[in-house]
């Protein structure tokens, strides 16, 4: 499971509440988080994350799931596993969506402004990086200022990598969970994922707005969602 845009995978754990307990749980964290080099591209940052996934386990099938920017990592990743002749069984993002089609890309400054607002002023300005830095702190809870620092630079590479990639075409189903509070932006529209899949989109409502995804008792209900579909194949599968 890819983190989403923070980096961060701990967020998933709420799954376990619902999944079979014989079913193992990975989570990637990026690897700006641990000292590691942070990638400019999404698509850099999919191959480590493919890598280190068949490192622990060589061969598949597997099964991939990310939510936010994590759910366009799974989808990049599931991509670049097929292209090694790995099966991937399925699919699953929750509430993530494609990039816009444009040519322009998205300066670091932008995405800083549309994360924090323009009304907090200039991002290079040291007053106002030091003000993202408590907004930060105060989402995670008690951190210190490195973790805070290294989690604010990676949702910001991460969520300019996100809008500036292109998805690819994964050869497949999705199993698509979507927000209650989808319909507030055109642009979060589930059919935007068919052209980038051979197969199906099947969609599951959730009662939780996109912010209250990985609350724990949210995940356990969409844990055991994913229990009873692990149990089939996907339609992908069984063609």
């Known amino acids: 499971m890819p983190a989403p845009g923070a980096g961060l995978s701990w967020c998933y754990a709420g799954l376990l509440g619902g999944l079979d307990r014989e079913q193992p749980l990975y989570g990637l964290q990026a690897p700006g988080l641990t000292g590691g080099a942070s990638p400019e591209t999404l698509a850099e940052l999919a191959r480590g ?12 099938p597997y099964r991939l799931l990310g939510w936010s920017a994590g759910g366009n990592l799974a989808h990049e990743v599931a991509v670049l596993l097929q292209e090694r002749g790995e099966r991937v069984e399925r699919l699953v993002i929750l509430d993530s969506y494609p990039p816009a089609e444009t040519a322009a890309q998205v300066s670091q400054e932008q995405v800083f402004r549309d994360a924090f607002g323009a009304e907090l002023g200039d991002p290079a300005d040291p007053a106002v990086q030091a003000r993202a830095l408590e907004l ?13 620092a290294a989690v604010l ?38 059919a935007r994922w068919q052209r980038h899949l051979t197969g199906g989109i099947e969609i599951q409502e959730l009662t939780a ?31």
Do not use: C, M, Q
């Open 49 to 60: 994350y493919a890598e280190r996934i068949t490192e622990l386990r060589p061969h598949g």
């Open 136 to 148: 930060v702190r105060a989402e995670l809870g008690r951190v210190d200022d490195t973790v805070a």
């Open 153 to 190: 630079e990676t949702y910001l590479l991460t969520s300019r990598a996100l809008l500036n990639s292109r998805p690819r075409r994964f050869d497949g189903d999705l199993l698509f969970f979507r927000a209650a509070d989808w319909t507030v932006d055109p642009r979060r529209d589930a």
């Open 209 to 239: 707005i996109h912010e209250e995804i990985a609350r724990p008792d949210v995940l356990a209900e969409i844990g055991k969602i994913l229990a009873g579909r692990f149990g089939e194949p996907s339609a992908a599968a069984r063609r």
